[in-house]
């Protein structure tokens, strides 16, 4: 038994009380006479021993304490209600997994192969929450993220999806017939993602070039901007290849030098742990693993 925790029918009471700042009016909406609602409301401010609202002769004004509890309850009340509504569309099966993306890899990568993911699991809608919301695991309706990193989060489980390919691309015009060897690359301007500054000083290293110069050069926050700079000739950027699939079957980038150089860094579906064999998620986790490993053959 939850000790603290008052009758759901008085919160609701109260809550509809508190839009409507009426008695009255939340009575007509719930369908129940005005005393009832007032008397559910009176039973809630003596169970928790504070005043919600000041009665006066013109309706209701929540306190202070009232509308500091309001805000408090109202999502937990719509988390219930949504909860609600979605087991009785699915009748226990499927439902709804509400992710965040970051926006070119959503668009580039993840939607175009999501029809697929549909026609699998029909039963299973995918929600894109915004992405400004980030990846706060503590809020209870996200239920995982892609994210770009090494693929260690705290408190979060994380599955390799792909983008440890990447390629030194740029504009046909820019390079020609290519590059020859990778210390070439360094006679052009290099373009970063300020997310991964690191990227060339550890492709260059790993390639075996001086990487006195890996971080000069003009910075991008998305790659999406990276790769049209690199498409206008600006020079030659690092991008992981599940990125340009587009731009370099129509040429508007060449890979300027092929290397069996892998990043550090690439993108992961992340989870709560306590989420992980959620159905929906293990799902989505099980199908996604399989297409990564079509998209991006492992290496051993």
Wanted: with cysteine.
């Amino acid at each position: 038994m939850r000790r603290f925790c008052p009758s759901l029918t008085d919160l609701q009471a109260f809550e509809v009380a508190a839009r409507h700042n009426s008695f009255t009016r939340a009575a007509q909406e719930l369908c129940v006479t005005q005393g009832a609602v007032s008397k559910q409301v009176k039973h809630l401010e003596s169970f928790l021993g504070v005043e919600l609202f000041l009665r006066i002769r013109q309706g209701l004004v929540l306190t202070e304490a009232g509308r500091s509890y309001l805000k408090k309850i109202q999502s937990g009340l719509s988390q219930i209600e949504a909860a609600t509504v979605e087991l009785i569309a699915h009748q226990g099966q499927g439902g709804t997994l509400r992710l965040t993306c970051m926006p070119t890899f959503g668009a580039r990568w993840l939607i175009p192969r999501l029809t697929a993911f549909m026609r699998v699991r029909p039963d299973i809608h995918v929600e894109f929450l915004p992405h400004r919301q980030g990846y706060d695991f503590s809020s209870p309706e996200l239920d995982a993220a892609v994210r770009f990193g090494e693929g260690i989060w705290p408190g979060s489980g994380a599955d390799y999806i792909v983008g440890r390919d990447v390629v030194p691309v740029g504009s046909p015009r820019l390079l020609g017939k290519g590059c020859e060897n990778a210390s070439e690359l360094l006679s052009y301007p290099l373009l970063h993602h300020t997310s991964a500054l690191e990227g060339w000083r550890e492709w260059l290293d790993e390639a075996g070039c001086d990487t006195r110069r890996a971080l000069e050069g003009a910075r991008f926050d998305q790659y999406a901007l990276l790769s049209q700079a690199a498409a206008a000739g600006f020079g030659i950027a690092l991008i992981p290849r599940c990125l340009i699939e587009d731009e370099l079957r129509d040429g508007r980038l060449t890979v300027a030098l092929q290397a069996p150089v892998r990043a550090r860094q690439g993108y992961y579906l992340c989870f709560p742990e306590q989420k992980a064999n959620l159905p929906i998620v293990q799902a989505f986790r099980t199908w996604l693993a399989e297409v990564s490993r079509a998209a991006e053959p492992r290496v051993d």
